[in-house]
C-alpha cells in the first residue's frame, strides 16, 4: 500500500493507470520513462526547429539527386545519338543542336506557361523578400514543378547553353521551407511569426547552395552574404545545422549509389601538398585577382547593358512577350551552333561537360610544359583520362583556345542569361574564372619553367592552383562575395592555397565593389525591384541629415473626432492600406494606425440613415473597428544614418514621425532612398 | 596661345605654375596626374579606411611573431638548464619547477601592478564593449606593455601551466584599433564616429585570433560569433581584409626566417585523401561529438563554481587581494611539480611543447596499433621525429595516459584559469578535445583493426581525424561557436574531414548550449559584467509581452516650467545622468534630454540673488543649457521581442517610453533583464 502512494505521489498527480501498476518494475519503468521524458524535453528545447530544418535538408538532397541523376541520362542518351548517328556532317550537326533547342524551349514554354516566376535564378526576388518585400506568390509551392521540370531540362542541354543550378535551387529551398512554415503553422494552430520565418528562409537558402555543391560551410555564408544585409549570430546554427543534413544525404546518396567510395568533395584536386606555391607568386595571385576584378565589371557591365536592351528594343521585347519559346528557341539554336564540336566548337572544348570542364581547369599539370616538345593528336572520342586535350589545339596551342573560349563565352553567358527559362548564373561565372585563372596560370609556368627549387627538389608552377583563384575571384567579384573562397576549397577538397586565393577574392571584390552593382543588385535594378541602397562608404554627412530634412510631409490623419462624411471622403478619395489615427483634429496626438479595410468594412456596416455630421470616427471606433498602437516612431531629428540602419535592421516598410506627439510625417523606402541618393548627387541649389 | 588658353581652361579653374606651362609633353602630363587623381580616388571610395585596417593586421603580425620568437628562446633556454644541470633528481626538479613558477608570478606581478585589466582573456569584457557598454580605460593604450609583457611570460612557461595566447591577442588588437582610431580622428579633426568605431574592433578582433593562427577565414568567423551578437554584412570584408593582412605577414615572416619552405598552414597534417573515413565512421564521429558536448558542460560547470569558490573563499580572496604573485606562484608551484617528466608528467607526456601536443595528437597513424606487437622504450630524450612515444606507456599503453591526461588536465586547467595573470583559454582547450578526440579514435581502431576495405586496398581508421574532430567539437562547445571546424582545417591544411568534423561539432554545440551558458558568458556572469540576455528558443510569450508590463514607471522628469529651486533639489537629490524634459508638468509632453553635468553648470552660473519662485527651467535653457532631441522612442503596447531586438541591433542602453506623445516611463537593461528571466521562470502571483 504505501508502494501505491508513493507512486501516486512520484506521478505528481497525474493519474496512474493499473496496467501500469501491476507491470513489472514499477520504478525503473518511471525512472526510464522520466529520463525520456527528460531527453525529449532537452531535445526540443534548444531546437524546437531541427526536425523542420532536417526534414528541409534532407528532401532537397533527395531533389538535387534525383536531378542529377536524370539529367545524367539525358545526357548520356545525347552523347550516344550524337556518336552512333553516322558521320554525315548535317546530321551530327541536327543531333548536336535539335537536343538543346527542344529542351530550351520545352522549358521555357512549360515554366512560364505554369507561372512568370520560374524564369532566371530567384536570388534577386528572394532578395527583396528578405528585406521586408511582399512579393506575392512568388513563394507559392504551385511553382515548384515549374521550376524542377523547367530547371532539369535546361541542365540537360549541358554545356551547350551553359547554365547552372544554384540560384534555382536557392528559390525551391525556400519555397518548400515557407510550405512547410505554413503546414506546421497550420498543424499546431500558432500564430505566425514574421521574424522566425525569415530565419528559417535563410536557412533554407543555406541549404540550396549547401545540397548543390556539397558544402555547408560555404553554403551558409554564401546566402547570408548574397541574401541578407544583417544576421544574428543566435540563427546561425540554424543554416549550418540544415546545410550540413543537407550536404550529407546529398553525398551520401552518392555512395549508395556506388559513384564513390565514402563522402568526398564534388571536383577533387589533386595538388601538391609540400610546396603548392612559391613566395613570389602571391603577387601573381593578386594581380590575377585584379585582372578578374577588372573582367567583373566589364561583365557586369555588358550584361546589365544587354538586358536593358533586350527589355527595350521593340522586336525583342515583342517576341518575348507574345513568344517566349521561340526566343528561347532561336537563342538555343545560336548557342548549340557555335558549339558543335567539329565546327567553332572544337576551339571551346564544347565536348566537355561543365562538371568535366572544371575537372579539366583544375588538373595540377601544366599543359604548357606537356606539349612544348610533343603535341597529342586530338581524339575523336572524348579521352575521360585526359580530359585536358579537349583544350589543345596543334595549331593555336592552348593558349589560343583559353582565350577564344573567354571571348566567346563572354558574350555566349550575356546571351544565355536573357533566355527566359530556370537557370542559375553561378556555376558559367565559376568556369569563366577558372578559365582566366587557367591562362595565366599557363602563362606563368611557361614563363618560369624552371618553377619553385625548393629543399634541392624543382617543382614546376602548378596552373591548377591559378584556375581556382580565377575561380574564385571572379565569381565572387560578380557576385560581391568573399565566402567563393571557401567555396573554392570545400569544392575541390583542399584548402592548400587558402592565403593566395583569399588575397585574390579580396582584390577582385575591391575592383568590382567600387564600379558595379553585384549581379543580383544589377538585376533588382533592371527588373525594377524594390530595393533600399546602402550607405556608400559610411559617409559622415549621414549623420548630418536628419529625418526632418526628407520625411513625406503630406501625411493624411483621420481624427477621432473626425465626421464620418470626412472619413468616407478620405477613404475614397485615397488609396493608402493605413491611415494614421490621431487624438482630435487640433492636438494631432498620434494614436495609431488603422486600416483602410476595416474601416471601409465599418462604415458599410453603418445603418444608411445617419444624419450628417453626427457620427464621428469615434462612434465607429467604439464600435469594434480595430486600431493598431504604434509601437516605433522616428522623430524629426533622428539622423538620416539611424533610420536607414532601423529600416535595414528590422525589415520596416514605413514609420511614422512624431514632433511632441503630433504626427508631422512618415518615413518609408522611397524617402529614404530619395535621401541617399541625394548624399551621393546633392540636388541642384534652388 | 591657344595652347595656354587651353591649358587655364583645362585645369578648370587651378592656377598653372610657370614650371607646369614649360615642361615638356603638358598635355599627357596632364593626363597621366589626371588618370593618378582618379585611382586614388577610386582607391579610397571602397574602403577609406583600408590603410588603417592594413596597418593593424601588419602591426599585429610582428608582435605575435616577435613574442613566439622570444618565447621560442625562453624555452630553449630552460630546455637547455634542465638538460645540463646533471643527474640530481633534486635539481632536475628545481630546474623544471623554478622557471615556470618565476615567469607566472612576475607576469602577475607586473602586469598587475601596471593595470587591473590585464588578467585573463579579454574577451568576456569585449563582448561587452562591443553590446554597448562603456568600460573606462579598458581599451586605454597604457595596458598594452603590461598585456605583452605578462603574456610572453605567461607563454614561456609552455605546456607547464598550459595557457594559450587567443584571447590576449584580441584584447591587444582591439586596443591598438582603438589607439589608431583616437590618432585618426585627432589628425583628420574628424568627429568621433560611434558605429565606425565599432566595425573597426569587430575586424581588430579578427586579426587577433588570425595573426595567432595564422587563419583568417575562422578568425573572421569565430570573432562574429563569439563577440556580437548581430553583424552587418557591408563590414563583413574589413575584417577579411585585416585578417588577411595579418596572417599574411606572420606566415611571411616564418618564411623570411626560413622557418619554412613556403607559406604553409601552421599543424600541418598528413591524413590520408583518398579515403580518409568509411561511412560507417560517420556515426562515431557524431558520438565524439555528443561526448565532447557532455565534457564541455561538465567543464563549463566545474569551472565556473570553481571560480565562484576562488571569489568568495575568505582565505583565498584575501590571498588574491592582497598578494596576487604569491597566489600566482603557488599555483604554479602545483602545476609545475605534477608536470615533472620524471614524475607524473612521464604520464602526462609533458616534455612536449604545446605546439608539440597538437603535432603528434594530429599524427595519422594509429599508436594503438603499431604497439600492438611491439613497444618503444621510452626516450631518455624527445624524439622529434616520434614525438608520440611520449604518449606511451609499456603498461599504461597509450590508453591509460591519454586517459589519465585527461582526467589530471581537466582541474589542472580549471586551476590554471584561476591564475591572475594575461593568458589565453582557448588553445588548452582545443588540445584537451584532441585528446579526448584521439582516445575515441584509438579504441575504434584498436576494434576495428581490418580498417576500411575500399577498391581492394585496406586502410586502418586514421585516430588523427578524431583528434582533429574531438579538438573542433570541445573548443566549440565551450565557446559556443561552429567556426572551429574551420579553424580546424586551416590550422592543418586539410579540409577532407570537412562533412564528419562539422558533424561533431554541431552535435557537442546541440549539448552544450541546451545546458551551459559558453565560457565567455560564464565569465561574464561570475565578474557581474553588465549583459543583456537572449531570448532563448524564440519563446511565442515574448510577443505578447509589452512594454507597458515592465517598463520603469517611476521616472524623473523636468518640465519647462519647473521653478529652479525644484530643479536644484531634483539635481542635488538624484544622480541620473539624464533627465527627460518635458513640455509642461501638466502635458509632460516629452521634448528631449538635458544632462545632469550641463544642467548643474548653468545652475551654478546662475545669479545667487533669484527671486523663488521666479525663474524656471525655461530661462536656463534659453541661457544655453544644451539639450539633447529624443530620436527613437518606444511605446507601451511595443513588445518585449521587439524592444529586445532595437536593444540588441542598435547597441542601445536606454530608451524613453511615450504615450500620446506624453512620456510616461523608460526601458533600459535592468528592466529587459527583468522581463526575460521572468520569461522562464515567471514570478509568484501576488
Same mark, same amino acid.
Given at each position: 500500500? /504505501?508502494?501505491?502512494?508513493? #507512486?501516486?505521489?512520484?506521478?505528481?498527480?497525474?493519474?496512474?493507470?493499473? !496496467?501500469?501498476?501491476?507491470?513489472?518494475?514499477?520504478?525503473?519503468? !518511471?525512472? *526510464? !520513462?522520466?529520463?525520456?521524458?527528460?531527453?525529449?524535453?532537452?531535445?526540443?528545447?534548444?531546437?524546437?526547429?531541427?526536425?523542420?530544418?532536417?526534414?528541409?535538408?534532407?528532401?532537397?538532397?533527395?531533389?538535387?539527386?534525383?536531378?542529377?541523376?536524370?539529367? =545524367?541520362?539525358?545526357?548520356?542518351?545525347?552523347?550516344?545519338?550524337? @556518336?552512333?548517328?553516322?558521320?554525315?556532317?548535317?546530321?551530327?550537326? #541536327?543531333?548536336?543542336?535539335?537536343?538543346?533547342?527542344?529542351?530550351?524551349?520545352?522549358?521555357?514554354?512549360?515554366?512560364?506557361?505554369?507561372?512568370?516566376?520560374?524564369?532566371?535564378?530567384?536570388?534577386?526576388?528572394?532578395?527583396?523578400?528578405?528585406?521586408?518585400?511582399?512579393?506575392?506568390?512568388?513563394?507559392?509551392?504551385?511553382?515548384?514543378?515549374?521550376?524542377?521540370?523547367?530547371?532539369?531540362?535546361?541542365?540537360?542541354?549541358?554545356?551547350?547553353?551553359?547554365?547552372?543550378?544554384?540560384?534555382?535551387?536557392?528559390?525551391?529551398?525556400?519555397?518548400?521551407?515557407?510550405?512547410?512554415?505554413?503546414?506546421?503553422?497550420?498543424?499546431?494552430?500558432? $500564430? /505566425?511569426?514574421?521574424?522566425?520565418?525569415?530565419?528559417?528562409?535563410?536557412?533554407?537558402?543555406?541549404?540550396?547552395?549547401?545540397?548543390?555543391?556539397?558544402?555547408?560551410?560555404?553554403?551558409?555564408?554564401?546566402?547570408? /552574404?548574397?541574401?541578407?544585409?544583417?544576421?544574428?549570430?543566435?540563427?546561425?546554427?540554424?543554416?549550418?545545422?540544415?546545410?550540413?543534413?543537407?550536404?550529407?544525404?546529398?553525398? #551520401?546518396?552518392?555512395?549508395?549509389?556506388?559513384?564513390?567510395?565514402?563522402?568526398?568533395?564534388?571536383?577533387?584536386?589533386?595538388?601538391?601538398?609540400?610546396?603548392?606555391?612559391?613566395?613570389?607568386?602571391?603577387?601573381?595571385?593578386?594581380?590575377?585577382?585584379?585582372?578578374?576584378?577588372?573582367?567583373?565589371?566589364?561583365?557586369?557591365?555588358?550584361?546589365?547593358?544587354?538586358?536593358?536592351?533586350?527589355?527595350?528594343?521593340?522586336?525583342?521585347?515583342?517576341?518575348?512577350?507574345?513568344?517566349?519559346?521561340?526566343?528561347?528557341?532561336?537563342? &538555343?539554336?545560336?548557342?548549340?551552333?557555335?558549339?558543335?564540336?567539329?565546327?567553332?566548337?572544337?576551339?571551346?572544348?564544347?565536348?566537355?561537360?561543365?562538371?568535366?570542364?572544371?575537372?579539366?581547369?583544375?588538373?595540377?599539370?601544366?599543359?604548357?610544359?606537356?606539349?612544348?616538345?610533343?603535341?597529342?593528336?586530338?581524339? /575523336?572520342?572524348?579521352?575521360?583520362?585526359?580530359?585536358?586535350?579537349?583544350?589543345?589545339?596543334?595549331?593555336?596551342?592552348?593558349?589560343?583556345?583559353?582565350?577564344?573560349?573567354?571571348?566567346?563565352?563572354?558574350?555566349?553567358?550575356?546571351?544565355?542569361?536573357?533566355?527566359?527559362?530556370?537557370?542559375?548564373?553561378?556555376?558559367?561565372?565559376?568556369?569563366?574564372?577558372?578559365?582566366?585563372?587557367?591562362? +595565366?596560370?599557363?602563362?606563368?609556368?611557361?614563363?618560369?619553367?624552371?618553377?619553385?627549387?625548393?629543399? =634541392?627538389?624543382?617543382?614546376?608552377?602548378?596552373?591548377?592552383?591559378?584556375?581556382?583563384?580565377?575561380?574564385?575571384?571572379?565569381? =565572387?567579384?560578380?557576385?560581391?562575395? +568573399? $565566402?567563393? &573562397?571557401?567555396?573554392?576549397?570545400?569544392?575541390?577538397?583542399?584548402? %592548400?592555397?587558402?592565403?593566395?586565393?583569399?588575397?585574390?577574392?579580396?582584390?577582385?571584390?575591391?575592383?568590382?565593389?567600387?564600379?558595379?552593382?553585384?549581379?543580383?543588385?544589377?538585376?533588382?535594378?533592371?527588373?525594377?525591384?524594390?530595393?533600399?541602397?546602402?550607405?556608400?562608404?559610411?559617409?559622415?554627412?549621414?549623420?548630418?541629415?536628419?529625418?526632418?530634412?526628407?520625411?513625406?510631409?503630406?501625411?493624411?490623419?483621420?481624427?477621432?473626432?473626425?465626421?464620418?462624411?470626412?472619413?468616407?471622403? *478620405?477613404?475614397?478619395?485615397?488609396?493608402?492600406?493605413?491611415?494614421?489615427?490621431?487624438?482630435?483634429?487640433?492636438?494631432?496626438?498620434? *494614436?495609431?494606425?488603422?486600416?483602410?479595410?476595416?474601416? %471601409?468594412?465599418?462604415?458599410?456596416?453603418?445603418?444608411?440613415?445617419?444624419?450628417?455630421?453626427? @457620427?464621428?470616427?469615434?462612434?465607429?471606433?467604439?464600435?469594434?473597428?480595430?486600431?493598431?498602437?504604434?509601437?516605433?516612431?522616428?522623430?524629426?531629428?533622428?539622423?538620416?544614418?539611424?533610420?536607414?540602419?532601423?529600416?535595414?535592421?528590422?525589415?520596416?516598410?514605413?514609420?511614422?514621425?512624431?514632433?511632441?506627439?503630433?504626427?508631422?510625417?512618415?518615413?518609408?523606402?522611397?524617402?529614404?532612398?530619395?535621401?541617399?541618393?541625394?548624399?551621393?548627387?546633392?540636388?541642384?541649389?534652388?
Amino acid at each position: 500500500m /504505501e508502494e501505491l502512494v508513493g #507512486l501516486r505521489e512520484g506521478s505528481s498527480g497525474s493519474p496512474v493507470s493499473l !496496467r501500469e501498476l501491476w507491470g513489472p518494475y514499477p520504478r525503473v519503468r !518511471r525512472g *526510464v !520513462r522520466g529520463g525520456l521524458e527528460w531527453l525529449k524535453q532537452k531535445l526540443f528545447c534548444v531546437g524546437e526547429d531541427w526536425y523542420f530544418l532536417m526534414t528541409l535538408g534532407v528532401l532537397m538532397a533527395l531533389i538535387s539527386y534525383t536531378m542529377n541523376f536524370t539529367i =545524367g541520362r539525358v545526357v548520356r542518351a545525347h552523347k550516344w545519338l550524337y @556518336r552512333e548517328i553516322g558521320d554525315s556532317h548535317l546530321l551530327r550537326y #541536327l543531333s548536336w543542336t535539335v537536343y538543346p533547342v527542344a529542351l530550351v524551349s520545352f522549358s521555357s514554354g512549360f515554366s512560364q506557361s505554369i507561372t512568370p516566376f520560374s524564369g532566371g535564378s530567384g536570388i534577386p526576388e528572394l532578395k527583396t523578400i528578405l528585406s521586408g518585400v511582399v512579393l506575392e506568390d512568388y513563394l507559392d509551392i504551385k511553382n515548384f514543378g515549374a521550376k524542377v521540370a523547367g530547371l532539369t531540362c535546361t541542365l540537360a542541354t549541358g554545356s551547350t547553353i551553359f547554365l547552372g543550378k544554384v540560384g534555382p535551387f536557392v528559390h525551391l529551398s525556400v519555397m518548400i521551407a515557407a510550405y512547410l512554415g505554413r503546414v506546421h503553422t497550420k498543424a499546431t494552430g500558432e $500564430s /505566425e511569426n514574421k521574424s522566425k520565418q525569415n530565419e528559417m528562409l535563410v536557412a533554407a537558402a543555406a541549404v540550396g547552395v549547401a545540397t548543390v555543391f556539397a558544402a555547408p560551410f560555404s553554403g551558409v555564408l554564401f546566402s547570408i /552574404e548574397v541574401m541578407s544585409s544583417h544576421f544574428s549570430v543566435w540563427d546561425y546554427w540554424r543554416g549550418f545545422f540544415a546545410a550540413t543534413c543537407g550536404a550529407f544525404m546529398f553525398r #551520401l546518396l552518392a555512395v549508395f549509389n556506388s559513384e564513390q567510395e565514402t563522402i568526398t568533395s564534388l571536383y577533387k584536386t589533386s595538388f601538391r601538398v609540400d610546396v603548392p606555391f612559391d613566395l613570389p607568386e602571391i603577387f601573381f595571385f593578386v594581380a590575377l585577382g585584379a585582372i578578374c576584378g577588372i573582367l567583373s565589371c566589364a561583365y557586369l557591365f555588358c550584361q546589365r547593358t544587354f538586358l536593358g536592351f533586350v527589355k527595350t528594343n521593340r522586336v525583342i521585347s515583342k517576341l518575348l512577350a507574345t513568344s517566349k519559346p521561340l526566343y528561347s528557341a532561336l537563342a &538555343a539554336l545560336v548557342l548549340a551552333s557555335i558549339t558543335y564540336p567539329p565546327g567553332v566548337g572544337r576551339f571551346l572544348a564544347s565536348r566537355l561537360s561543365m562538371k568535366e570542364h572544371l575537372d579539366s581547369l583544375f588538373d595540377n599539370h601544366s599543359w604548357a610544359l606537356m606539349t612544348r616538345n610533343s603535341s597529342p593528336p586530338w581524339p /575523336e572520342e572524348l579521352d575521360p583520362q585526359n580530359l585536358w586535350f579537349e583544350w589543345y589545339h596543334p595549331q593555336f596551342t592552348i593558349f589560343g583556345t583559353l582565350a577564344f573560349f573567354l571571348v566567346m563565352k563572354f558574350w555566349m553567358l550575356i546571351l544565355a542569361t536573357t533566355i527566359p527559362i530556370p537557370a542559375g548564373y553561378f556555376m558559367p561565372i565559376f568556369i569563366f574564372g577558372a578559365a582566366i585563372g587557367r591562362l +595565366i596560370g599557363e602563362a606563368l609556368a611557361l614563363a618560369f619553367p624552371e618553377g619553385i627549387v625548393a629543399g =634541392g627538389v624543382t617543382n614546376p608552377i602548378m596552373p591548377g592552383g591559378y584556375a581556382l583563384a580565377g575561380a574564385a575571384a571572379f565569381s =565572387g567579384a560578380v557576385t560581391h562575395t +568573399i $565566402s567563393t &573562397a571557401l567555396l573554392a576549397f570545400e569544392l575541390t577538397g583542399q584548402i %592548400v592555397h587558402a592565403l593566395p586565393v583569399l588575397m585574390a577574392v579580396l582584390a577582385a571584390n575591391a575592383v568590382a565593389q567600387s564600379c558595379q552593382p553585384s549581379f543580383y543588385d544589377g538585376t533588382i535594378i533592371v527588373k525594377k525591384l524594390p530595393y533600399l541602397p546602402w550607405i556608400r562608404g559610411r559617409k559622415i554627412s549621414s549623420q548630418r541629415v536628419i529625418v526632418g530634412h526628407f520625411m513625406n510631409c503630406t501625411i493624411t490623419t483621420l481624427a477621432k473626432d473626425t465626421p464620418l462624411e470626412e472619413v468616407a471622403r *478620405v477613404v475614397t478619395s485615397t488609396d493608402l492600406a493605413k491611415y494614421f489615427l490621431v487624438e482630435s483634429t487640433e492636438s494631432q496626438i498620434l *494614436v495609431g494606425t488603422v486600416g483602410r479595410a476595416h474601416l %471601409v468594412q465599418a462604415l458599410q456596416a453603418e445603418p444608411p440613415s445617419w444624419a450628417p455630421g453626427h @457620427r464621428r470616427l469615434r462612434d465607429l471606433l467604439a464600435g469594434g473597428c480595430p486600431t493598431e498602437p504604434v509601437t516605433l516612431q522616428l522623430s524629426p531629428e533622428t539622423s538620416l544614418h539611424q533610420a536607414h540602419n532601423l529600416f535595414e535592421l528590422l525589415k520596416l516598410q514605413s514609420l511614422p514621425v512624431t514632433s511632441l506627439g503630433r504626427a508631422v510625417g512618415s518615413v518609408s523606402w522611397v524617402e529614404l532612398k530619395k535621401a541617399i541618393s541625394n548624399l551621393t548627387n546633392p540636388p541642384a541649389p534652388k
